[in-house]
Every structure is written in C-alpha cells, then in structure tokens.
C-alpha cells in the first residue's frame, strides 16, 4: 500500500511563495507519475501539476503556469510543489497523489490528506 503525506501549507500574502512537500511511503517511488491537485470551497478538485517518474515530463494546468514548479527527490520518496506570486484564487486544499505509469492528469490510484494554503489579499 502506499501512503503520502502531505506538508507545508500555511497562510501567506498574495505574492509570497509557499513549497509543499508530499512524502510517500514505499520502495518503487520512481515507477509513480505524482500529482498535485486543488480543491476550493464550493468547486471541484482540479488538476495542478504532474511529474513523471523519472522527473523529466513536467505538465501544468495554464492557471499556474510560470509561478508553480512541480518537482521530485526519488532518494527521498518526495516531491514537492514550489509556489511563487501566490494569489488570493490560489487558495485551496492541495493533495497530491501517485499513480503507475506516465504522468497525466487523471486516473490516480493513491491521495494524500490535503494540506490548506490559503492567501489573504
């Protein structure tokens, strides 16, 4: 079974910079394509960011473009998510989540708890 465990979402002002962190227990961590994905009060989870296993197909939804960076560390079952010029839209329960194969945007197997970043105005 696989367990991810996400961290580091906290309050920040728009414009600030937050890195979430999602550790994922297991030993074939690099046959997993991760993602990262959003859910706001009152809308649907949406489709953030996802990274193959090796770390070099990287694919983002346009909203995000430029100021999120989606990345892994295989030697430590991690990936992470780095968020820069945050804006008040960006708030969200962010979770990531891990499925076998190539990174795309749907079809995860394993979630994460969630972890809330929220910007204030």
């Known amino acids: 079974q696989v367990q991810l465990v996400e961290s580091g979402g906290g309050l920040v002002q728009a414009g600030g910079s937050l890195r979430l962190s999602c550790a994922v227990s297991g030993r074939t961590f690099s046959s997993y394509a991760m993602g990262w994905f959003r859910q706001a009060p009152g809308k649907e989870r949406e489709f953030v960011a996802t990274?193959?296993?090796?770390?070099?197909?990287?694919y983002y939804t346009n909203s995000v473009k430029g100021r999120f960076t989606i990345s892994r560390d295989n030697a430590k079952n991690t990936v992470y998510l780095q968020m820069n010029s945050l804006k008040p839209e960006d708030t969200a329960v962010y979770y990531c989540?891990?499925?076998?194969?190539?990174?795309?945007?749907?079809?995860?197997?394993?979630w994460g708890q969630g972890t809330q970043v929220t910007v204030s105005s």
């Open positions: 989540a891990a499925r076998q194969g190539v990174a795309g945007t749907g079809g995860y197997e394993y």
């Open positions: 990274i193959n296993g090796i770390g070099r197909g990287r």
